[in-house]
């Protein structure tokens, strides 16, 4: 009972989405409306999102016998148009984060077998490992980064390496991948990034502490 939430069902009044040229990202623009428990509803109100082909996403936590976790950089281009918008501080920010490898789960790849799948295409890629599907268990349960505007999901994977096993990534031909750094860190020196600000990627956050809270039990 601490857990319940309130039922409100949303309901669509009008797709107002604009037309727009193709691209990785759709704004949608929906007139929506409430309903509630007791039968009465809200005034309609608008509402913007975005979507994308490939919604849900892989977070994978790789990390070694000792407890190394490899982390690689990763290109955030809008991070270097920071300075154009209404920010409080921090305008002018480093556009290459450190984070865990990740990847975007493709539509085809369902249930718990497309996970895992995803898994091995997305490590391949980004960090040069090839491991079989059954060699990735869950860490934790999955959550969404940011509902008020993507439905996107995060599933957290993790497995163990060997750091000499790792090959070339493959990456995914695309100036956003290229020229990226992989290396492995303590799960301390990680935790601690993150404390300093240094590790500033929130979905990299979740998954190093909760490998971190795993190695303590």
């Not at 604009?18 to 009465?40: I, T, V």
Request: charged content about 30%.
């Amino acid at each position: 009972m601490r857990w319940r939430k309130p039922p409100i069902h949303v309901e669509l009044v009008e797709d107002r989405t604009p037309a727009q040229p193709p691209g990785f990202l759709r704004l949608r623009r929906r007139l929506l409306r409430n309903r509630y428990a007791d039968g009465s509803a809200s005034p309609p109100y608008e509402y913007d999102s975005v979507d994308r082909r490939a919604t849900d996403a892989v977070v994978l936590v790789l990390h070694t016998d000792d407890d190394r976790v490899l982390l690689r950089t990763s290109l955030r281009p809008p991070l270097a148009y920071r300075g154009e918008l209404a920010v409080p501080v921090d305008r002018e920010v480093d556009p290459v984060l450190w984070e865990l490898p990740a990847g975007l789960v493709e539509p085809e790849e369902q249930g718990e077998e497309g996970l895992r799948a995803c898994c091995v295409r997305e490590t391949l890629e980004e960090t040069g490992y090839t491991l079989a599907p059954h060699a990735f268990e869950p860490l934790g349960a999955p959550i969404f980064l940011s509902p008020g505007v993507l439905a996107e999901r995060l599933y957290y994977y993790t497995a163990r390496v060997a750091e000499s096993g790792r090959g070339i990534p493959t990456e995914d031909g695309t100036p956003v991948e290229s020229g990226q750094t992989v290396r492995f860190f303590t799960i301390e020196e990680a935790i601690a990034a993150c404390d300093a600000g240094e590790l500033g990627d929130v979905k990299s956050e979740v998954g190093l502490r909760r490998l971190a809270a795993r190695t303590k039990r």
